[in-house]
């Protein structure tokens, strides 16, 4: 039993630990992503834009590989529960990965015109800043569970939401001379932004769950 | 052997039907959020905005009896894939229930100005109702697992689509009078609403991968 219970905790650590490369995957799809629609590099977007296949390959491979632990090891309560989250981590964080695809192609589509007026550069520049180190508390979260960091990603999410504010607000607050196009990918990229923070959070809630038994 | 079989798979056949019950409540909600924003009434976007809890409360359900069923049956092959299925499902379900709730919070913001200007109201009341018949079709296939009607879906988000173009390109054809808050909510709501169809899709595509091993 004894030995059961380690090859079934070694697998759960193998599985957290392919939850943390997807995290750093997506981490970095997000600031080249970033980098890309802040710079009209045409090359970096593709990049970010090809790099989501071997996303989804991670994610479908996490997911069949915890289903077969499930199959062998027949966990049960806090075992099961674990699994179980990391299956939800694994498609959230997935999503992540697509939301910075959805910023790298707005990159793409205007190139080789900047999709970001001067003025908003630096709103921009936050809000992926913010999306990387949310990422990376995450990540930290994910592989040492620890608890009063998970609870720390809901201040870093009202961060975003703040700098989503500020976006829509400059957008409205003065006359808008860049153009109706301008505005719609704006908007779009303020919201893929925040979509991605609101994974992270989810992810940090779902690791809080597994350990917890209940939500924050 | 033969009674846990039977046994389990009435539990299956309950947590399909639970998911059939969250798609009508998410596409009434659909429904109601289309007619809010449509003639700004206040009361029904509340209601909406009321009743996702209902979807939430109704979505961590189906979860906890579909974990507790893997502990106490502990399936494996098919059986196993289907509950993991549905667990994705419950997920994409609830999450159009939450895009149904943004819809109705424009609607509740904008009152009583109408959110959406007269040339568009055709255009939102076809999202509306593409909304409503792709979460009945996928009801449907989730009742009753037919793949050929499964597929139907893609060609219905295809659709939907062709809308949300149709939207985008109303927005930049002609020099736009309704200000840049009316192009921002149209924006988000053409997302909401192509989102929504995107994840009606996905529970036909995992109905699919539950019937067949693969993805179509």
């Given at each position: 039993m004894t030995i059961i219970r380690s090859v079934f905790h070694d697998e759960l650590e193998g599985i957290s630990q392919s939850l943390v490369t997807l995290s750093e995957l997506v981490s970095g799809s997000m600031a080249q992503a970033t980098t890309a629609i802040l710079s009209a590099d045409l090359s970096l977007a593709e990049e970010v834009i090809t790099k989501d296949q071997k996303v989804d390959q991670i994610h479908h491979d996490i997911d069949a590989r915890i289903i077969d632990i499930i199959a062998r090891q027949q966990p049960v309560a806090s075992d099961l529960r674990a699994l179980v989250s990391a299956l939800q981590m694994a498609s959230d964080i997935e999503r992540m990965g697509d939301l910075a695809q959805h910023v790298a192609k707005i990159a793409r589509m205007r190139h080789p015109q900047m999709a970001v007026p001067p003025e908003l550069i630096a709103t921009i520049t936050a809000m992926g800043s913010a999306a990387v180190a949310i990422t990376q508390k995450m990540a930290v979260v994910v592989a040492t569970r620890n608890l009063e960091m998970a609870l720390e990603l809901d201040r870093d999410d009202d961060e975003m939401d703040d700098l989503h504010r500020q976006l829509i607000a400059a957008l409205l607050?003065?006359?808008?001379?860049?153009?109706l196009e301008t505005a719609i990918d704006l908007t779009l990229l303020g919201r893929y932004y925040e979509r991605y923070a609101d994974h992270a959070v989810l992810v940090s809630h779902r690791v809080y769950f597994m350990v917890k038994g209940e939500y924050a």
């Open positions: 607050d003065k006359p808008w001379t860049h153009g």
